[in-house]
């Protein structure tokens, strides 16, 4: 729909019928900013991917049950506001975005990780719901900031490189499942 829009610059519309946003904002390397209601969306499949000036993103995002790669090497982002209670993969969502210092949204259903905050050099803290969580595999891998992780991984089955080159350190890890 917007896909490659070089001089879009910011949007700030409420969509709230839109049920699947793949690839609707890929390439739109001049956006700033985005604030929209898309509460019924379910699928982001690299929706904003690639947006690499997106600093801030404000939105409902409570039936989204795919989000891989929806912000892939959005490098500028360092604002997420939004809550994923729905999200069940979020395969390299956040992968890239190597200046989101935190993120606290919680992400109850959310089973493949994998990938989902690799390269976010600048997460220093993570606090969220992820009981469900199975594939854990390099989700946090190269977050070199990573100091904090806050959560309970009961169902977590493979989380091969989880906390690769992390600065973690036992005190820092509040719980992590046998």
Do not use: R, W
Not at 7 to 29: A, E, H, I, K, Y
Not at 44 to 56: D, E, I, P
Not at 91 to 115: E, W
């Amino acid at each position: 729909m917007f896909s490659d829009c070089l001089n879009l610059t910011s949007f700030t519309s409420d969509l709230p019928s839109l049920t699947n946003g793949t690839g609707m904002f890929q390439f739109c390397s001049n956006i700033e900013s985005f604030s929209s209601d898309l509460h019924s969306m379910t699928n982001g499949y690299c929706m904003f991917n690639g947006c690499s000036n997106l600093t801030s993103f404000t939105s409902d995002l409570y039936s989204l049950t795919s989000g891989s790669d929806m912000f892939g090497y959005c490098e500028n982002l360092t604002s997420f506001t939004s809550d994923l209670p729905s999200l069940m993969s979020g395969s390299s969502m956040f992968s890239g975005c190597s200046n989101l210092p935190s993120f606290t949204s919680d992400l109850p259903s959310l089973m493949n990780g994998q990938y989902m905050f690799i390269f976010c050099s600048q997460l220093t803290s993570f606090s969220s719901d992820l009981s469900s969580l199975t594939i854990g595999s390099n989700m946090f891998a190269e977050c070199s900031q990573l100091t904090s992780f806050t959560s309970d991984l009961p169902s977590l089955m493979n989380g091969t490189g989880m906390f690769k080159k992390c600065s973690l350190d036992a005190e820092s890890v509040m719980y992590v499942a046998d």
